[in-house]
């Protein structure tokens, strides 16, 4: 490997990755809904229906902020509450139509700007970036 000019590898790759996902976090529909919001929303996207317990472990947070995370979905007409099937104390949380179309229309945002850059770029480094995602997939644990 070659000598790195600045810094470790590890150091370089963190700060390009942390600068990639700001950048991407960046391009939304909508100022008024918030990141915390939108990675919520974007859980129920990915898992389905889940209580608000589940929710907020999957998201990292206390339960008593992922209820006023979802309250606020709620008001926005972007999830709905239902009873859980086997028990009274809980509810269920899924995505409605709106939160649905909302996600949809943020993934298609943020890869539409992803496009634009990497149109910018040479097929060589198209390529290497192909190699690279493949590798940090698999860094992350999502194989």
């Known amino acids: 490997m070659s ?3 600045e810094g470790t590898l590890a150091s370089r790759l963190r700060l390009a990755v942390v600068r990639l996902n700001r950048r991407l976090r ?6 008024t809904v918030s990141l ?3 990675a919520a929303l974007s859980t129920l996207y990915k898992c389905g229906t ?3 317990g589940k929710l907020a472990a999957k998201e990292g947070v206390q339960p008593p902020s992922m209820t006023r995370v979802i309250a606020a979905l709620e008001d926005m ?4 509450r239902s009873p859980h099937p ?6 269920m949380v899924a995505l409605t139509g709106a939160g649905r179309a909302f996600v949809e229309q943020t993934i298609s945002v ?6 634009r850059r990497l149109a910018e770029l040479s097929g060589d480094e198209r390529e290497i ?3 690279a995602a493949e590798i940090i997939d698999r860094m992350a644990g999502n194989e």
């Open 77 to 80: 007409g972007y999830v709905e």
């Open 3 to 5: 000598e790195l000019r």
């Open 50 to 52: 889940l209580t608000p």
């Open 36 to 38: 915390t919001q939108i």
């Open 26 to 31: 960046a391009q939304r529909i909508d100022q």
């Open 86 to 91: 086997t028990d009274g104390r809980q509810a």
């Open 110 to 115: 943020r890869e539409a700007w992803l496009d």
């Open 129 to 131: 970036l192909v190699r």
